[in-house]
């Protein structure tokens, strides 16, 4: 195993009595100083993951292994992992010191190393001066940086955080995404997030893991999940997505909506069915006849930054556009988009089919 995993999960099971699987055959590693993002809807298995890498819960199948040693039935606190819950999980008759330093006091340390500790940890999430403050006297914010100071107090190699912004009003949530991503950054330990939310995981994270049904659907940067995702169900979940049926004519040319266009994809077989992606940013309002697509305006919304604008073209695909342009319910227009913009996705594949076809591809050109 790399010297910089810190974290590794081998085909690992999770599943209760006989239900179906919590998670199914999931392998992935992670490596330390980096913000993971563990993104998908309830019941994938997200929560699951955080559970097992904090000890709470034990595979049922598989080997979880940390810094290259195997800790399935290592008990919590016996990890170098800490984890910060949903509802913050404080004690409201301790103040906010006391908050913080309760991990140390369990661990009876000194009181002179306590204080220097616990001031220490409230700088890192900018609450000098609130050592005294009742937890009932905090904001949301506030709460969820005593949280943190006394998960991060006891120094852990990983912190885990179960969505824990979700009770925070949208303006909040926002800055504290900020700060969150800050604040890993200054400690230069691994975080692992929970969200459902696909904005939050974009803007946060070094690394994405989609799930869902328990298995890991693609893995990768924000850019790699948002511009390559490899199946109908990540282009759908990351974002919005215009997913029309196509033909794979050859490489670099693909058919849909009646026409064929450039691409830049490329390793399918001769008029293999795809699917076909392309981002409501990625077009743009044209005259009728200068756009690759002509398109009848369904429905216009405006969403404060651009307007949302519905339309359909002749074989009755549906097209989002993001546009600053205002166009009126019913006009006649044409769409105009990149090569690139295009996004070609196989059938049913899986990310591991997606490597091994590439990597096919690039041994047979580099052969030729």
């Not at 999430?125 to 914010?141: A, F, P």
């Not at 700060?179 to 459902?196: A, K, M, S, Y």
């Not at 979940?237 to 830049?264: H, R, T, W, Y």
């Not at 059938?347 to 050109?365: M, Q, S």
Request: some cysteine; charged content about 30%.
């Amino acid at each position: 195993m790399d010297k910089n995993t810190i974290i590794r999960f081998e085909h690992v099971t999770k599943q209760y009595d006989d239900d179906p699987p919590v998670l199914d055959d999931v392998s992935f590693e992670i490596e330390r100083g980096k913000f993971y993002t563990l993104l998908g809807p309830s019941g994938c298995g997200k929560t699951t993951i955080l559970r097992l890498i904090a000890g709470f819960t034990e595979p049922t199948e598989g080997n979880i292994y940390f810094n290259g040693k195997v800790i399935n039935n290592v008990p919590p606190n016996q990890r170098q992992v800490n984890t910060v819950f949903q509802d913050y999980a404080l004690f409201p008759h301790l103040n906010v010191f006391e908050n913080v330093a309760f991990g140390l006091r369990i661990k009876k340390m000194k009181e002179s190393e306590i204080e220097v500790k616990v001031k220490e940890a409230l700088r890192f999430v900018n609450l000098e001066g609130y050592e005294n403050r009742e937890i009932n006297e905090m904001s949301g914010g506030q709460r969820q940086r005593v949280a943190i100071a006394r998960a991060i107090v006891n120094e852990p190699e990983v912190l885990l955080l179960d969505e824990p912004l979700s009770a925070l009003d949208l303006k909040l949530r926002t800055e504290m995404q900020y700060e969150l991503r800050e604040l890993q950054r200054r400690l230069g330990i691994t975080f692992i997030f929970v969200t459902h939310d696909q904005e939050e995981a974009l803007a946060m994270s070094d690394e994405i893991f989609v799930l869902n049904k328990g298995k890991i659907q693609q893995s990768g940067t924000p850019t790699d999940i948002y511009d390559e995702p490899i199946n109908r169900f990540v282009a759908e979940f990351i974002g919005e997505s215009n997913i029309v049926p196509g033909k794979m004519i050859k490489d670099f040319l693909v058919e849909f909506a009646g026409k064929q266009f450039e691409c830049v994809d490329q390793g399918f077989h001769p008029n293999e069915p795809v699917e076909i992606v392309i981002r409501p940013e990625d077009l743009e309002i044209t005259k009728r006849d200068h756009g690759k697509l002509q398109v009848r305006v369904d429905s216009l919304l405006f969403r404060g930054v651009h307007y949302e604008i519905c339309c359909y073209d002749q074989d009755g695909n549906e097209w989002l556009v993001h546009s600053t342009k205002k166009v009126g319910v019913g006009d006649e227009i044409g769409l105009h988009f990149d090569p690139e913009a295009i996004h070609v996705m196989r059938l049913g594949e899986t990310e591991e089919e997606f490597e091994k076809r590439l990597g096919a591809y690039h041994e047979v050109n580099h052969e030729k």
